[in-house]
């Protein structure tokens, strides 16, 4: 089966919680640039997301779970607008169903590719985590600590989209730091994808969203990590 190519007339705005420094190893290690205010389990906070993310039509946003211990703060984020958020994050054979029954519009995965079969590859996201080495990247699993020899190319994503219907791309190399995005490979992903494809990593202001449009032929969109 081969993908369709799905024009898309401009970039498009992806909210998105992410962190490159968690170690459940290493937890000192963790570095934060920036901690929200609003405390997840309160049902006001929740409310105003819900207005924040719907009434900006930001279909699409991540809910990301970083780690055990943040079921039930998913769980409501979910609810504050059922069908308007993604989830990912410890999302498997097993759960999958049940995080789509809470409210999530789709399933974010990394190696869990059977699932299409499962929930259907409407509802599944797969997120290429990457890494740059020498002139191609790399995919990075666990964290972004241990770097794959599955290299990110146009036949590799070109695989991957007969099981999904998006791709979330992280540049990991660059994600967090709100420094400026990896130019290239939000370039070579404009040439390379036939599905809704976001692209998170180093978007430093509203600026990088036009960016990443002229880059990508307005076939990527951007994820702000806060």
């Avoid at 170690?23 to 924040?52: G, I, M, W, Y």
Wanted: glycine share 10%; net charge neutral; proline share 3%.
């Amino acid at each position: 089966m081969s993908a369709i190519a799905v024009p898309m007339s401009r970039s498009r705005f992806r909210p998105q919680i992410v962190g490159g420094t968690l170690s459940e190893t290493a937890p000192q290690t963790l570095k934060t640039n920036f901690v929200s205010r609003l405390v997840c389990s309160h049902p006001l906070d929740f409310k105003q997301n819900k207005l924040l993310f719907q009434d900006n039509n930001l279909e699409g946003s991540h809910v990301i779970k970083l780690g055990p211990g943040n079921d039930a703060a998913a769980r409501d984020a979910l609810s504050s607008w059922p069908g308007g958020l993604q989830i990912g994050g410890g999302i498997n054979d097993k759960n999958a169903r049940e995080w789509l029954g809470a409210g999530a519009s789709k399933v974010i995965v990394t190696t869990y590719l059977a699932l299409s079969s499962a929930v259907g590859k409407d509802k599944l996201v797969v997120d290429v985590s990457c890494r740059k080495r020498g002139e191609g990247w790399f995919v990075a699993m666990n964290k972004w600590q241990d770097i794959t020899d599955m290299e990110v190319t146009r036949e590799s994503l070109a695989l991957l989209s007969n099981y999904c219907s998006e791709f979330l791309i992280h540049a990991a190399d660059v994600e967090g730091l709100c420094q400026g995005i990896d130019e290239a490979l939000v370039t070579k992903l404009g040439e390379w994808v036939t599905i809704p494809c976001t692209y998170a990593g180093g978007a430093k202001s509203i600026d990088d969203l036009d960016f990443v449009h002229q880059l990508s032929g307005g076939k990527v969109d951007l994820t702000y990590g806060r």
